[in-house]
């Protein structure tokens, strides 16, 4: 599907970004603040988890383009990254469940499409930065999980574990681009929520409120004590945003999450505060064994994820602006817009120093 579809893109003068997988969940809200800080936003994407409904409220801006594509198509990417001054690389195969499903595809985009974008990258000279993931910390018990700390990955006969392996192989990849003096800097996002997110994925938070919404009992897997940090997704992109302007940060690699812990139960029951469903909780809360959740096996699932972010509030002096009631009453309202409470002004941003 190598074509490009929509507009056209108008401005020259302007600073131009790519965003690979930009018609995704956190790609779309990044291609909106992107425009507001002034780029010319290309969204490369394959449409595959991502949608076209995620953008269509940008798709009449003369300085927003979607092209449909692959970024393991090295030649697409290719003339792409040629065009713009840096690479936002989030194009990726997510969610355990879609890697479980479908492991093959996913090694594939998740490391050819990696090595695609930084190939072209490093032809042209331009500013890559690489979207990793906190799975990459795999079992460490230790928290909160810093960049420096050692990993521990399960054994490759959990296809659970290819995500992380993979995207550890980015970063190494990245890493040694930046050594050979290309820009590039890496971010592991934690588990990242807000609107547009899907629950089909296996994503929590909007599996969990979608069957609070249609009234069905709350699937919880396990017995719901692991432990989660839920960052917004316009907190998370802030962060990318002042990475992006922080010469310091190329070469190295930042955690991006939120440090306010929950467990998974504790998750459900504030899904079901947020949705103002009353009842007992042995009827709303429904724990599910893991064998069940994923019937095919090969699931392990993580105790405690909590990251340090020392590291980028310390280069940026970023730190995010909103709590998980922020988070759940967002995804609540997009759902059910009449559900929405009056907007409140946050407080004005602190600028960062580099
Ligand atoms: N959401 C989270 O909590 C989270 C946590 C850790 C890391 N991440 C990382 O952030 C990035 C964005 O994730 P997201 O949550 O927005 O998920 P998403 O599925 O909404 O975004 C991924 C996008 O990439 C596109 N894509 C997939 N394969 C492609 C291919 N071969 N060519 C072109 N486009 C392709 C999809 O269509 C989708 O639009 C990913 O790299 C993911 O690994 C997300």
Redesign the pocket.
């Known amino acids: 599907m190598a074509t490009r579809t929509v507009s056209q893109q108008s401005s020259t003068a302007k600073r131009r970004a790519l965003i ?8 779309s809200h990044l291609a909106e603040a992107l425009l507001e800080e002034g780029y010319a936003v290309t969204a ?8 076209l409904e ?1 953008v269509e409220q940008l798709v009449a801006d003369d300085d927003f383009e979607l092209v449909g ?4 198509d090295e030649l697409l990417v290719d003339e792409l990254v040629r065009e713009h001054d840096v690479v936002f ?7 355990v469940k879609l890697i479980l499903a479908d492991p093959i595809e996913s090694f ?3 490391v050819l ?1 990696t090595e695609s974008v930084l190939r072209g990258a490093a032809r042209h000279d331009t500013k890559v930065l690489i ?5 990459v910390y795999g079992k460490t018990v230790a928290t909160p999980q810093s960049e420096d700390d050692d990993v521990l990955l399960g054994p490759s006969c959990y296809s659970r574990w290819s ?1 992380a392996a993979c ?1 550890m192989l980015d970063e190494f990849l990245g890493l040694a681009y930046a050594r050979e003096g290309l820009p590039v800097v890496c971010f ?6 807000g609107p547009r ?1 899907t629950g089909h ?1 296996g ?1 929590v938070v909007p599996r969990l409120v979608d069957a609070a919404l249609h009234g069905d009992p709350l699937p919880v897997h396990g017995d719901g004590s692991q432990s989660r940090c839920f960052l917004h997704v316009c907190d998370a992109v802030q962060a990318i945003l002042r990475l992006n302007r922080s010469p310091r940060a190329v070469g190295q690699v930042f955690n991006i999450g939120s440090t306010e812990s929950v467990t998974i139960a504790d998750l459900a029951r504030r899904v079901i505060a947020a949705v103002g469903i009353a009842g007992h909780e042995e009827d709303l809360i429904r724990f599910m064994p893991y064998e069940e959740a994923y019937p095919g096996g090969g699931f392990e699932d993580i105790r405690c994820r909590q990251p340090d972010t020392s590291k980028i509030r310390s280069l940026t002096r970023w730190r995010p602006r909103r709590t998980l009631d922020d988070i759940l009453r967002d995804v609540v309202a997009e759902r059910v817009p009449a559900l929405a409470p009056a907007p409140v002004a946050l407080e004005p941003s602190i600028e960062m120093a580099v």
């Open positions: 690979t997988g930009g018609a995704g969940f956190i790609g490369l994407d394959n449409l595959t988890t991502g949608c995620n594509g692959d970024v393991t690389h989030l194009a990726a195969a997510v969610g594939r985009t998740n499409g979207a990793s993931t906190s799975e995500y995207k592991r996002l934690f588990n990242t929520v997110q994925y994503m």
